[in-house]
């Protein structure tokens, strides 16, 4: 069966760190972010922030679909679920 992308739901600000987890458990996992300008105490910068706040990708076959462990990891909340059916999206390309 082939591989398919599951959306997780992550901690607030906590993405890049559920991103680290969930790849040092041997997920496959996209986080697509964007650059933001920020303004502190008049030092500007640009920083890496998530395209989607509180949201990342895992694509997993069947057999790796262990919600309860992807739930655990910290920084994140759990797939995100429509009545019985796991949210997903069969054709993501990736760059």
Same mark, same amino acid.
């Given at each position: @069966?082939?591989?398919?992308?599951?959306?997780?739901r992550?901690?607030?600000?906590? *993405?890049?760190?559920?991103r680290? &987890?969930?790849d040092? &458990?041997?997920? *496959?996992?996209? /986080?697509? &972010?964007?650059?933001?300008?920020? @303004?502190?105490?008049r $030092?500007?910068?640009?920083?890496?922030?998530?395209?989607?706040p509180?949201? /990342?990708?895992?694509? /997993?076959?069947? $057999? *790796?679909?262990?919600?309860?462990?992807?739930?655990?990891?910290?920084?994140?909340?759990?797939?995100?679920?429509?009545?019985?059916?796991?949210?997903?999206? @069969? $054709?993501?390309? @990736?760059?």
């Amino acid at each position: @069966m082939p591989k398919q992308w599951f959306v997780v739901r992550t901690k607030p600000r906590q *993405e890049d760190y559920a991103r680290k &987890q969930l790849d040092w &458990q041997g997920f *496959e996992v996209y /986080l697509p &972010q964007t650059l933001g300008f920020v @303004m502190h105490l008049r $030092k500007k910068s640009w920083v890496k922030r998530p395209f989607f706040p509180c949201y /990342l990708f895992l694509n /997993l076959t069947p $057999k *790796e679909r262990h919600w309860t462990t992807i739930a655990g990891t910290y920084g994140a909340i759990g797939a995100v679920i429509f009545g019985c059916h796991y949210l997903f999206q @069969m $054709k993501l390309s @990736m760059p």
